[in-house]
């Protein structure tokens, strides 16, 4: 069973390597919640280094963003050469996956539904940072969208409520 788990989160990860990278506004109308402010990458990485005592793999073509002490992170992606993971897989896999690095803990994973898109959250704590993995279902041209948010303790109610507040304003494109 271990060895199925390990093979599944294999194949899950190259699924979002193949995947394809969309711009947001091609696959998303979002309205970023007021005082949100967009960032290069290289922005990004000096922000992050100064708040944050762990950093992350950063793409040159995520989008990032900041907002009152909390990092973001966006990214778009179309179905892989692979195919479709579901949400629900996804959430019976990622957490597994993200164990595997002793410095995480999963705190919570649960698939909810905002204005008729369903999304799967997951919270995890990696050293003393907090985040919150929100992944979309995919819309009917296969694309999905994909976020980090990033945050110390102390700013974990303003994650809840930049969480909440992005996932209300969302809007899958009918392109």
């Known amino acids: 069973m271990k060895k199925v788990i390990i093979i599944f989160l294999v194949l899950f990860n190259i699924s979002f390597a193949y995947c394809q990278e969309k711009p947001i506004d091609e696959v998303f109308t979002i309205t970023l919640p007021k005082g949100t402010e967009k960032l290069t990458l290289q922005q990004f990485r000096d922000f992050s280094a100064t708040k944050f005592s762990h950093t992350t793999e950063y793409l040159a073509d995520d989008l990032y963003y900041k907002n009152n002490g909390l990092g973001i992170?966006?990214?778009?992606?179309?179905?892989?050469?692979?195919?479709?993971?579901?949400?629900?897989?996804?959430?019976?896999?990622?957490?597994?996956?993200?164990?595997?690095?002793?410095?995480?803990?999963?705190?919570?994973?649960?698939?909810?539904?905002?204005?008729?898109?369903?999304?799967?959250?997951?919270k995890y704590k990696e050293?003393?940072?907090n985040f919150i993995r929100v992944t979309s279902d995919y819309d009917?041209?296969?694309?999905?969208?994909?976020?980090?948010?990033?945050?110390?303790?102390?700013?974990s109610t303003k994650a809840n409520q930049f969480l909440q507040d992005l996932l209300n304003s969302m809007h899958f494109k009918s392109i």
């Open 140 to 155: 009917k041209n296969n694309r999905l969208l994909l976020g980090h948010i990033q945050y110390i303790d102390s700013d």
């Open 127 to 129: 050293y003393t940072d």
């Open 73 to 122: 992170s966006f990214r778009n992606m179309s179905e892989s050469k692979i195919g479709k993971t579901s949400l629900e897989s996804q959430q019976k896999a990622m957490p597994a996956y993200l164990k595997m690095n002793n410095a995480i803990t999963v705190i919570d994973s649960k698939i909810i539904t905002v204005n008729g898109i369903k999304f799967l959250i997951i």
